[in-house]
């Protein structure tokens, strides 16, 4: 098993940046990993997924550019950088993990065994 536990969340203004931080348990280095948000109102959308050692990525279009995901498996540390926020990025912000071939990345939430908590981030106009 994998416990997740998200951190970094908080309040900035736009065009601000932050970065959130995944810290896991168990046997971080074989899984894949992704972040997840989920606005008020909102369906939990895929943002960005890493592959198992970080080959590839995936980032949803609204993101691509400003946000970039990584990860530490010296560390279990997944990461989030995000740059230039915009009040749109207002939302949860869920990590969690999946068993994966090696090289695969995934948005479907349905393939996520693990999840973490949450962490708020509000972006102000």
């Known amino acids: 098993q994998v416990q997740l536990v998200e951190s970094g969340g908080g309040l900035v203004q736009t065009g601000g940046s932050l970065r959130l931080s995944c810290a896991a348990s168990?046997?971080?280095?074989?899984?894949?990993l992704g972040w997840f948000r989920q606005a008020p109102g909102k369906e939990r959308e895929c943002v960005a997924a890493?592959?198992?050692?970080?080959?590839?990525?995936y980032y949803a279009d609204y993101v691509r550019g400003r946000f970039t995901i990584s990860r530490d498996n010296s560390k279990n540390t997944l990461y989030l950088q995000m740059n230039s926020l915009e009040p749109e990025d207002t939302a949860i912000y869920y990590c969690?993990?999946?068993?994966?071939?090696?090289?695969?990345?995934?948005?479907?939430?349905?393939?996520?065994?693990?999840w973490g908590q949450g962490t708020q981030v509000t972006v102000s106009s």
């Open positions: 168990g046997r971080f280095a074989m899984y894949g």
């Open positions: 969690a993990a999946r068993f994966a071939l090696p090289g695969e990345v995934s948005t479907t939430q349905d393939q996520y065994a693990y």
């Open positions: 890493i592959s198992e050692v970080g080959g590839r990525t």
